[in-house]
């Protein structure tokens, strides 16, 4: 159990897919990449690894292939939040007189 594991973090191949492309004579044909350790580990330190605790990932969609409708939800909710709110509307002003300041400088 434990080569077919190392095998596969080595490799980036499965079990299965080991197994299929065996059976189709196609293993000279895999460009799978070796899954690096922070894929599986996580990116916190290297003494939390022997312990049984969830993985803290640098990307947690990208790691486990999809997206829970919670967190999109969450994230939603926060750039909503974090969005400017609607500029003020200018107020029309009572006149349309220039100021006192321009009015000086205008040849009359």
Not at 9 to 32: C, F, P, V
Not at 72 to 93: G, I, T, W
Request: aromatic content about 8%.
């Amino acid at each position: 159990m434990l080569m077919n594991v190392t095998y596969g973090l080595m490799t980036g191949i499965g079990t299965i897919d080991r197994l299929k492309k065996k059976a189709t004579n196609t293993m000279s044909q895999s460009d799978e990449e070796p899954i690096p350790l922070r894929d599986v580990f996580g990116i916190a330190g290297y003494h939390t690894w022997p312990f049984p605790i969830d993985p803290v990932f640098e990307n947690y969609d990208r790691v486990m292939g999809y997206s829970m409708p919670q967190r999109l939800a969450r994230e939603q909710q926060l750039m909503e939040n974090q969005r400017p709110k609607d500029p003020p509307e200018l107020e029309p002003s009572p006149t349309v007189e220039l100021p006192q300041c321009v009015n000086d400088l205008l040849p009359v």
